[in-house]
């Protein structure tokens, strides 16, 4: 059996624990759209955020506006945004980046690896063959190609002029 290791989601983790009150979702996603809080895209329902220690270039996530921590808390009209924000970004990062392919999925609960397992969040991790070699292995380093702040104006502006969800 192989091991996927993420050293690098201790520092997020982490920061996790550290937030006292509140949400960090729940407190970017009231927020207007901004490189400092990661929001690029706001729909009725559900925002898209980067995330802050992604796995590769164009880490997105696509996190309801209802605090819950379990999918079926959330209401059907919900959940079908969720899946077409989830299209949207894959639109967009295909043109952005080109990628070869993309997980899609969340972690419902700790024990499954949620980082913020209290709100349900989906990820969609654009990826290239060959995306992760021995330099993440051994030096615990990832090598992520574009600037977090150009990956955000590119997606951002990029999703602002798509109409799927209008």
Not at 19 to 29: E, K, M, S, T
């Amino acid at each position: 059996m192989k091991s996927l290791w993420a050293p690098w989601r201790k520092k997020y983790l982490k920061q996790n624990q550290d937030l006292a009150d509140g949400c960090l979702f729940c407190d970017n996603l009231q927020e207007d759209l901004s490189l400092d809080n990661l929001v690029v895209y706001k729909a009725e329902n559900a925002g898209v955020m980067l995330n802050k220690f992604p796995y590769n270039n164009g880490h997105v996530l696509v996190v309801p506006y209802m605090h819950t921590s379990s999918l079926e808390d959330l209401p059907n009209h919900v959940i079908m945004e969720l899946v077409v924000l989830n299209k949207l970004v894959i639109r967009c990062l295909r043109t952005l980046y080109n990628p070869e392919g993309f997980n899609v999925g969340m972690n419902i609960g700790k024990a499954a690896g949620a980082g913020i397992p209290d709100h349900l969040h989906m990820h969609i991790l654009p990826r290239w063959s060959h995306d992760t070699n021995f330099v993440t292995t051994i030096a615990e380093l990832r090598v992520i190609p574009e600037e977090m702040k150009n990956t955000y104006y590119h997606l951002q502006q990029m999703m602002e002029n798509n109409d799927l969800i209008r």
